[in-house]
């Protein structure tokens, strides 16, 4: 039987890929670790909380102790590791805690990972960004062997983990697979990010800020595609290799406010002060250091591991609007005061 532990699994993606592990009929046991930060939240965990074959763990990823102490005593042959800072806004603002987590925690783990795992056994799942590959010009995709150039303090953070999770698979033989995702949305995650946080403002009437031109391009894959290829990694990846995941699915910024908005338009009442909703859109200060384009090259887990993306944009976009709609009291949770706060400070005055 596998003993998985999975971190930051109260987060975004990290609950998404509980559900669909959940859902399986497989025979193992797994721990989620997660600190709850301001992005980690157990209401996300709800429909599996019961399930005899998974447990919750409060705590740091960054304490030794704790780290250790869980790989002896639930005997853990497998990582699938999500736990990190993961918004580069907010890395911008204070990378401190990006360094903290997405380094030292990442570093953490391997080195629980190899003091405990006799040589040839264990898998240690890293999840990663494309971020770390920097930012593409009109033409080109990023493929598992473009050179990485991170250009945020959070891209900086996840390349440095990659790199240390790879200096682990060579140094020691540790069996590490990394994995480096494009943007993904859909449900349950936070609303500092572009997709969710345009749907709350529109819903509510508030300004729709784009940065820059909006004309950023983004790849984006639909959440639960993602916990699918990472499925298939658990089952059938290589050790030592890198596999990139993507939506082949490549949108303007502002392309995909224009659409949001118009679902709302068509799913909800009319604003009350009339007018649609792309009369809310607002052109703000750039991101320092935005990445023009990112776009990533699919075929190495496609023609490996037989991956591809199920759900297109217009379906995926509908259904993470209407999941938002029906969740009244996981909206009323997530934008709490510390939200209010990241917010104002993030764009008054911008
Ligand atoms: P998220 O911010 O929604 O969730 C992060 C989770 O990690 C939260 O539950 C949080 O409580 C937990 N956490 C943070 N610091 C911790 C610590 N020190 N110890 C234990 N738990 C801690 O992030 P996400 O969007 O779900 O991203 C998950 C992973 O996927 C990250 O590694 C991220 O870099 C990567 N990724 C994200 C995207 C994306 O579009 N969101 C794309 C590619 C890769
Ligand atoms: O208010 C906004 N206005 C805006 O124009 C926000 C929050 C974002 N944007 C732009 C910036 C980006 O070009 O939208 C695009 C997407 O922004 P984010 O949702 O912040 O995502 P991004 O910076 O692309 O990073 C995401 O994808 C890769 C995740 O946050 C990372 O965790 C992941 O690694």
Redesign the pocket.
């Known amino acids: 039987m596998k003993r998985i532990l999975v971190t930051g699994g109260a987060g975004f993606i990290g609950s998404n890929f509980l559900h669909l592990l959940l859902q399986g009929e497989g025979d193992f046991q797994v721990f989620n670790l997660d600190r709850l930060t301001y992005a980690g939240n157990l209401l996300n965990l709800c429909s599996v909380e019961d399930d005899p074959r998974y447990r919750f763990i409060e705590g740091d990823i960054c304490d030794q102790k704790l780290v250790t102490e869980i790989f002896q005593s639930q005997e853990i042959d497998t990582v699938v590791h999500f736990a ?1 800072e ?4 907010r890395s911008i603002m204070g990378p401190g805690e990006f360094i903290q987590t997405n380094v030292v925690g990442t570093f953490t783990l391997l080195e629980a990972a190899r003091q405990m795992w006799p040589e040839g056994k264990g898998r240690f799942i890293h999840i ?4 770390v590959y920097g930012s593409l010009g009109e033409i080109g995709l990023f493929s598992e062997a473009t050179a990485y150039d991170p250009r ?1 303090p ?2 900086a953070s ?1 390349a440095s983990s990659d790199h240390l999770a790879s200096a682990y698979f060579h140094t020691y033989g540790l069996q590490v697979i990394i994995t480096n ?4 949305y859909g449900p349950y995650q936070f609303p ?4 969710p ?2 749907i709350q403002n529109a819903l509510s009437g508030k300004a729709l ?4 031109d ?1 004309m ?3 790849d984006w894959l639909y959440v639960e595609d993602h916990a699918k290829a990472l499925l298939r990694v658990l089952e059938a990846g290589e050790f030592g290799e890198t596999y990139n995941i993507g939506g082949n699915n490549e949108r303007t ?1 502002l392309d ?2 224009h659409t949001i908005c118009d679902l709302l338009d068509e799913m909800t009442e009319p604003l009350e002060a009339g007018g649609n909703r792309r009369d809310l859109i607002q052109f ?1 200060k750039d ?1 320092p250091g ?2 023009r384009r ?1 776009a990533i090259d699919a075929t190495k887990i496609k023609n490996e591991l037989g991956w591809d993306p199920s759900v297109d944009f217009a379906q995926g976009i509908r259904n993470t609007i209407q999941w938002y709609l029906d969740q009244d009291e996981w909206t009323k949770a997530v934008l709490d005061g510390s939200y209010r706060d990241y917010y104002s400070k ?2 008054e005055g911008r």
């Open positions: 990190a993961s918004h580069v806004d990663s960004t494309d971020e945020s959070y891209s996840k995702c494009s943007n993904n500092e990010k572009l997709i946080l345009i800020p784009v940065y820059g909006g950023n391009i983004r910024n995909v406010v703000v991101r935005h990445d990112y993030m764009y």
